[in-house]
C-alpha cells in the first residue's frame, strides 16, 4: 500500500541529492541562478535515512566545507567514462556552483590550491543555504526514511523504508552516496540495489584515507613529521630512470603535503593515492608505493615557496603543476646551491632542504652513514644519497577503513548509465548520481562538485521527462 505518491523521487538528500531535487522540480537552471518553479513543475519528494540532514556537508572540510574548486576537468577523477564525466561538468560547472552559493547569500573565497570555501568558514551556511532553497522550491524532505528496498512496478516505482511506510513515484533518483563515513548514515544502500538490478559494479574501496605501512617501513619512528612529497604507485621494479621519465604513466601519482603516522602516512598526498592503493592491494598487484622527499623541496621548484608556507596546503598540485620525480643532475644541482662542500655531515647537507629526522632515517635505510663528511663522497655514493631521498619504497601493506575514508571508489559503471542524463540503461525512470557512481575525484572539493554537477544533470533529465518544460 502506498503512503505517499509524487511524480519524482529522491532517494538520499545529501549534497547530490539536494541539488537533483532542485534541479528536477526546475528551481535552478545551468547557470546556478534560482527560480520559482510553476504550476507546470513535477512534485518532488525527497528521503533522508538519517534525521539530521547533510551531516557529509557539516564535516567535510574540517567543518569549513570546501565546496568546490576553481579548476576542474575529468582529468581529476578516477572513472570508467571521462568523456560522460567531461560533459557532465560542463554541464554544470564550477562557475554555476559559485553563482547558486553566492545568490543564496553564501560568498565563497579561494585558497592557492584552488579549494573554494564559504567566506564564513562554516558549513552549516552551505547546508543552511541548500535547505532553505528546498523550502523555498516546495520540496518537502522526509527525515528517518530509511529505504531498504526499491522496486519498479508496471508505471511507478516504489521505495519502502525500514519502518514499512512506502513512497511511490514515476521516476526515481538513486543518491544515497557510498560507503564511507558509516555515522553519517552512508552504507551503500545505492550500489547493493543496482547490484541487484543487474547493473555492473566497479569495485567500492575506501578512498581519500590514510595509508598504512609495513613497520619496516623507512619512516618507521617519524610520527608527527610533515613535510611534501611525491608519491608513485608503480609496478615493483621499474628502472628509477623509467619512473622518473616524461613518458611514463604511473598507477597514480600526487604530490603535496605528508604526514607521517604511527600506521603509516596521511595528509593530502597520501590521501590522493589511498583509493588507487586500495584498488592494488584488492587485486593483488604486485607494487610499490615510491616517495620522493626531494622533489617539492627543492630550491628551484616553482612550487617550494607554497609549502614553505606556514601553513601547509590542504590539497595536491594539480598534475599540470606537479613535478616529475627529481633526476640525478636536478640533485646534484640543489647540492651546489645548498652547499654540499666542506666538513658537513651529509645528513646536515640534505636537513638544509629535509627535516633532519627524516634525512637521517631516509640515509640508514638504505645502508648509508648520515654523519659521513659530504666532501667524502664520489659520484657513485652520492647516487645512492639520491635514491635514498627520492626513490624509497614506503612498503604499502593496506589503507584505513571507510570509517576514516572521505569517499568511496568505485560504484554503479557509467558506462551503463546514458551520458546526458545519468539515467540508467537497464531500468528506465531510474537516476543515479554522486557518490553511488564509479567517479572519484581527488582531495580539493572535486568530490562536491562531482555531486552538484552529477545531481544537477539527473534532476534536470528527470525533471523534464515527468512534466517540466524548459529543463535545460
Known amino acids: 500500500m502506498e503512503d505517499v505518491s509524487v511524480d519524482l523521487l529522491v532517494v538520499g538528500a545529501g549534497a547530490a541529492g539536494m541539488m537533483a531535487a532542485l534541479a528536477a522540480r526546475g528551481a535552478i537552471d545551468r547557470s546556478g541562478a534560482t527560480r520559482r518553479p510553476g504550476p507546470e513543475a513535477p512534485r518532488v519528494l525527497a528521503l533522508n535515512a538519517t534525521r539530521r ?117 514515476t521516476r526515481v533518483i538513486v543518491a544515497t552516496g557510498g560507503r564511507s563515513l558509516p555515522k553519517t548514515g552512508s552504507r551503500g544502500f545505492g550500489t547493493e540495489f543496482a547490484r541487484r538490478a543487474g547493473h555492473s559494479i566497479a569495485p567500492e574501496l575506501p578512498a581519500l584515507t590514510p595509508v598504512w605501512l609495513d613497520p619496516g617501513t623507512p619512516l618507521a619512528g617519524l610520527a608527527g613529521i610533515t613535510h611534501p612529497a611525491l608519491l608513485t604507485l608503480a609496478p615493483r621494479g621499474l628502472p628509477a630512470e623509467q619512473i622518473a621519465g616524461a613518458r611514463f604513466r604511473p598507477l597514480a601519482r600526487s604530490a603535496g603535503s605528508l604526514l607521517i603516522t604511527h600506521r603509516g602516512i596521511s595528509g593530502p598526498a597520501a590521501l590522493d593515492v589511498s583509493g588507487a592503493c586500495a584498488l592494488v592491494l584488492h587485486e593483488a598487484a604486485d607494487v610499490e608505493l615510491v616517495g620522493d622527499f626531494w622533489a617539492l623541496s627543492r630550491p628551484a621548484a616553482e612550487c617550494a615557496a607554497l609549502f614553505r608556507a606556514a601553513k601547509a596546503p590542504g590539497a595536491c598540485l594539480a598534475s599540470d603543476r606537479s613535478p616529475r620525480p627529481t633526476q640525478f643532475d636536478e640533485f646534484l644541482d640543489d647540492l651546489r646551491e645548498l652547499g654540499k662542500d666542506g666538513r658537513a655531515a651529509v645528513a646536515t647537507v640534505l636537513a638544509r632542504a629535509l627535516p633532519r629526522a627524516l634525512a637521517d632515517a631516509l640515509l640508514l635505510s638504505s645502508g648509508l652513514d648520515p654523519l659521513r663528511e659530504a666532501r667524502q663522497l664520489g659520484a657513485a655514493a652520492w647516487r645512492e644519497v639520491h635514491a635514498a631521498v627520492t626513490r624509497r619504497d614506503l612498503c604499502l601493506v593496506g589503507v584505513a577503513g571507510y570509517d ?13 548509465l546514458h551520458r546526458n542524463s545519468l539515467e540508467s540503461r537497464l531500468h ?5 548520481c554522486g557518490e553511488a557512481i564509479h567517479c572519484t575525484g581527488r582531495l580539493g572539493g572535486f568530490n562536491f562538485q562531482w555531486a552538484w554537477s552529477s545531481g544537477f544533470t539527473a534532476g534536470a533529465a528527470a525533471g523534464a521527462v515527468v512534466g517540466r518544460p524548459g529543463a535545460c
Open 53 to 169: 540532514l547533510g551531516l557529509k556537508i557539516l564535516v567535510s572540510g574540517g567543518g569549513r566545507c570546501n565546496v568546490t574548486n576553481a579548476r576542474v576537468t575529468a582529468g581529476d577523477f578516477d572513472c570508467d567514462a571521462p568523456h560522460t564525466v567531461r560533459g557532465i561538468l560542463r554541464g554544470f560547472p564550477t562557475e554555476s556552483v559559485q553563482t547558486f552559493f553566492e545568490g543564496c547569500g553564501v560568498p565563497l573565497y579561494e585558497e592557492p590550491t584552488g579549494k573554494l570555501f564559504p567566506r564564513s568558514d562554516d558549513a552549516r551556511d552551505i547546508l543552511n543555504a541548500l535547505t532553505a532553497a528546498l523550502t523555498e522550491a516546495d520540496v518537502p524532505i522526509v527525515v528517518e526514511a530509511d529505504v531498504v528496498d526499491l522496486r519498479q512496478g508496471q508505471e511507478r516505482w516504489a521505495a519502502t523504508c525500514a519502518d514499512g511506510r512506502v513512497f511511490a513515484a
Open 404 to 416: 576514516k575514508a572521505e569517499v568511496t571508489r568505485g560504484g554503479v559503471v557509467l558506462a551503463e
Open 428 to 432: 528506465p525512470g531510474l537516476y543515479f
